[in-house]
C-alpha cells in the first residue's frame, strides 16, 4: 500500500504563486507514476499534471499549460505542483494520486491506485 499526503495549499490573491508537494510511503507493487488531479465545487475532478516513475516524462492539462508544472527527481516518492499566475477558476482541493503501470499522459483518473486526502487552495480576486 502506497500512502499519499499533500502539503502546501492555502488561501493566495490572484497571480500569486503557490508550490504544492505530495509525499508518497509505504511500498507498491511496481514503479509508479504520480499526477494531480482537481475538483471544484460543483464540478468533477479533473486532471492537472502527471509526471511518470523517473521523472522524465510529464504532461500538463491544456487549462494550466504555461502556469503550471509538475516536478519529480528519478525515483523518488515525491512530486511536487509548481502553480504560477494563479487564478480565481483555479480554486479547487488538489489531490495527489499514484498508480503502477500508469504511462503518459497520465491522465486517466481511473488508472490510478492511491490517492491523498486533498488539499484546499483558494484564489481570491
Same mark, same amino acid.
Given at each position: %500500500? #502506497? %500512502? $499519499?499526503? @499533500?502539503?502546501?495549499?492555502? $488561501?493566495? %490573491? =490572484?497571480? *500569486?504563486?503557490?508550490? !504544492?508537494?505530495?509525499? /508518497?510511503?509505504?511500498? =507498491?507493487?511496481?514503479?509508479?507514476?504520480?499526477?494531480?488531479?482537481?475538483?471544484?465545487?460543483?464540478? @468533477?475532478? @479533473?486532471?492537472?499534471?502527471?509526471?511518470?516513475?523517473?521523472? &522524465?516524462?510529464?504532461?500538463? /492539462?491544456?487549462?494550466?499549460?504555461?502556469?503550471?508544472?509538475?516536478?519529480?527527481?528519478?525515483?523518488?516518492?515525491? =512530486?511536487? !505542483?509548481?502553480?504560477?499566475? !494563479?487564478?480565481?477558476? *483555479?480554486?479547487?482541493?488538489?489531490?495527489?494520486? =499514484?498508480?503502477?503501470?500508469?504511462?503518459?499522459?497520465? *491522465?486517466?483518473?481511473?488508472?490510478? *491506485?492511491?490517492?491523498?486526502? &486533498?488539499? %484546499? #487552495?483558494?484564489?481570491?480576486?
Amino acid at each position: %500500500q #502506497v %500512502q $499519499l499526503v @499533500e502539503s502546501g495549499g492555502g $488561501l493566495v %490573491q =490572484a497571480e *500569486d504563486s503557490l508550490t !504544492l508537494s505530495c509525499d /508518497a510511503s509505504g511500498r =507498491a507493487p511496481g514503479d509508479y507514476a504520480m499526477a494531480w488531479f482537481r475538483q471544484a465545487p460543483g464540478h @468533477e475532478r @479533473e486532471f492537472v499534471a502527471g509526471i511518470g516513475w523517473s521523472g &522524465g516524462r510529464s504532461y500538463i /492539462a491544456d487549462s494550466v499549460k504555461g502556469r503550471f508544472s509538475i516536478s519529480r527527481d528519478n525515483g523518488v516518492p515525491w =512530486a511536487t !505542483l509548481k502553480m504560477n499566475s !494563479l487564478k480565481p477558476e *483555479d480554486t479547487a482541493v488538489y489531490y495527489c494520486a =499514484a498508480g503502477v503501470g500508469v504511462y503518459f499522459p497520465f *491522465d486517466s483518473m481511473e488508472d490510478y *491506485d492511491y490517492w491523498g486526502q &486533498g488539499t %484546499q #487552495v483558494t484564489v481570491s480576486s
